[in-house]
């Protein structure tokens, strides 16, 4: 299971949900049928155990203003991302109780801009229906918008983590890290900020990284994420301001994920460190690089 401030679900922002849904379940994934939210997003999810890939589009722009949690608008940030470009709008870190949590981040640095709760109604394998509970606390950030977060709690995770939706064809079982573009010029304020919450950074190639409860996350420059991932997207690259750019996501058999992607017919390709990865341009200019997850010892 995943703790408090582990990498939950990064919100990959896309035009065409239907369309990137449609690749996803070609690549493997089980995912859950278009579902809305009551500011105007919609969104389709690949559940895994005490985390998620979640892909969001709008489909009412005059909700975006809704549930306004103080001056933060959760639909209208997304909406706003996608008028620049598709990528990772804002960033889900879980949580196990959204109010300590919170005031764990506004301690460290964090601005709490308000709660949000909301549910949504689920049919069990066995025929079941209830209702999920959510909180979010959101956490934006001026000064890097795109590396907003917000803190997610779910108080009936039996709703969430059925074993049934978490099962996928290609073997995928969770998210084992995310990769930050950024230029070396913010790298010391970007460090000062994700330390507050994860604790000593530590060196890599082109950057730093911190270990989060749900697999590390990378800060590196473009020339570093280029090297190991290929040419990003020239609105990316152009801009080269702060965002999640690619996601690592565990799988358990070789055989199953190579078998998924010689079906999906997507522009795959190998990188240095010999991991799959996708074409940004296939997953909303994101990359999900998949990675073999640790064998228990």
């Known amino acids: 299971m995943n703790a408090s401030f582990g990498i939950d679900h990064p919100l990959v922002a896309t035009h065409d949900i239907e369309e990137l849904r449609n690749r996803l379940i070609s690549l493997g994934f089980n995912m859950t049928a278009i579902g809305k939210h009551p500011w105007g997003t919609s969104t389709s999810l690949a559940m895994f155990e005490g985390c998620l890939l ?5 489909y009412d722009d005059t909700l975006i ?29 879980h949580s196990t109780d959204s109010i300590a949590d919170a005031a764990t981040a506004q301690a460290a640095g964090f601005t709490v801009a308000g709660h949000l709760e909301f549910g ?19 956490l934006p950030d001026p000064d890097f918008p795109r590396l907003s977060f917000f803190l997610c709690q779910q108080h009936k995770p039996e709703l969430i983590y059925v074993p049934d939706w978490l099962a996928h064809p290609n073997s995928v079982m969770g998210i084992g890290g995310v990769t930050v573009l950024a230029q070396e010029s913010v790298h010391s304020s970007l460090k000062t900020k994700l330390t507050g ?43 080269n301001e702060p965002s999640i750019v690619a996601i690592d996501l565990t799988y358990k058999s ?19 460190s010999q991991h799959y990865a996708t074409a940004p341009k296939e997953t909303a200019n994101v990359i999900l690089r998949f990675v073999a997850a640790r064998r228990a010892t």
């Open 54 to 58: 979640e892909i969001m589009s709008i």
């Open 120 to 138: 949504r109604d689920v049919t069990l394998p066995d025929g079941r229906a209830d209702r999920t509970k959510t909180t979010l606390a959101l």
């Open 197 to 239: 919450l994860y604790g000593a950074a530590t060196p890599c190639d082109g950057g730093f990284q911190v270990a989060t409860a749900n697999g590390p996350m990378f800060v590196k420059t473009l020339e570093a994420i280029q090297a190991e991932f290929g040419e990003l997207p020239q609105d990316i690259s152009d801009s």
């Open 65 to 93: 203003d809704e549930v306004p949690a103080g001056d933060f608008r959760f639909g209208r940030h997304v909406f706003e991302h996608l008028q620049e470009r598709e990528g990772v709008a804002l960033s889900a870190l």
């Open 254 to 272: 070789s055989a199953d994920l190579e078998f998924w992607i010689t079906k999906c017919g997507l522009n795959m390709r190998t990188t240095p």
